[in-house]
């Protein structure tokens, strides 16, 4: 499923905590695709705290707590990382990450607290979600085949890839644009991992967020660039991207078009591909500006100037997506969208 539906039942588990309808729910998927990040993500988005406990690196006794003498009984002590109400808040998500990777006695550990909320004497507050996300068995990662009690706990979710909600997370993280223009024109390199030979470096949604740090570290020094990049996403994958980043000199001048002038759309895919996701990251820039609505004029305006529909449709599709509803309002949208005629725009 994809990222943007999955944040959709996440939010809706979220919520029926409160109502007594929330069910557990297990994310699988490959490394580096960004199954924590979503998570994380519902965290922020109902601005409560999130709890990260990586199983693969406790004990049974880490999650049952240690036991003491009270009046000549046994009790146990629960861990101070588990949600209290007092300390972390009445409303929360209790993630268990890396939950494939935990050795059995650990998952067994686990069974009472996600499906009964409880831990001997323990339970997790009543507005707290549990959410959980591990590696699939043919990944090559650490991992164990989820026994069926544990697995009977959760409902479950595979994290599928997909581009446009990459895209979308990618300029609300500032993630630079020469990279989102790359990955639009070579989407088959946003996931690139080959379990049969276990590449230490592979294209990724994370490794693409290391290849945005490497371009802030690196640009200035051009004879580091290529082995920084090829060290976040691989040899392949590095020299491709270099070579994209290296072609861009030849792409039309932004600032020009933002002008209004009449510049000539390049005839080079990667060139068009690099100038669209530049003119959406100008737009981002323009929201809180004064000239944001020529900003967007002109951009839409440049947008019919492709001579294949389908570029304009995805550069003005990726600026709605970024900007919202508030493009409809610009006098330019209704032309172009009339001139689109039946390309659709929206997913």
Known sequence: MRPAHLNTILDQ????????????????????????????QIGERHQVPVIDIRLSQMEPSDLRGIPFNKDNLVSWAPPAILPNEERHGKAGILFLDEITSAVPSVSAAAYQLILDRKLGEYAVPDGWAIFAAGNRQGDRGVSYTMPAPLAN???????????????????????????????????????????????????????????HRALKKFSHHPHLLLGSLQACVGIAAGIEIKAFLDSIDQMPDIDAILAGEEVKTPNEVDLQY???????????KARDTEDKEETYKHILNYAKSFKTKEMGVMLVSDMLKAIGDELFAIEAFAPWAKEMGDILLYD
């Open 13 to 40: 588990e979220f919520y029926g905590v409160r109502q007594g309808h929330h069910t557990p729910v297990m994310l699988w998927g490959p490394p580096g695709i960004g199954k924590s990040d979503i998570i994380n």
């Open 153 to 211: 706990r959760f409902s479950h979710f595979e994290v599928d890839l997909n581009l446009d909600d990459w895209v979308a997370w990618a300029y609300q993280h500032d993630i630079d644009e020469r990279i989102i223009g790359f990955l639009r024109f070579r989407p088959e390199q946003l996931f690139n991992f080959d379990p049969a030979h276990n590449p230490v470096a592979f294209p990724s949604p994370r490794s693409w967020e290391f290849a």
């Open 274 to 284: 690099a100038v669209a996701t530049a003119l959406v990251g100008r737009a981002i």
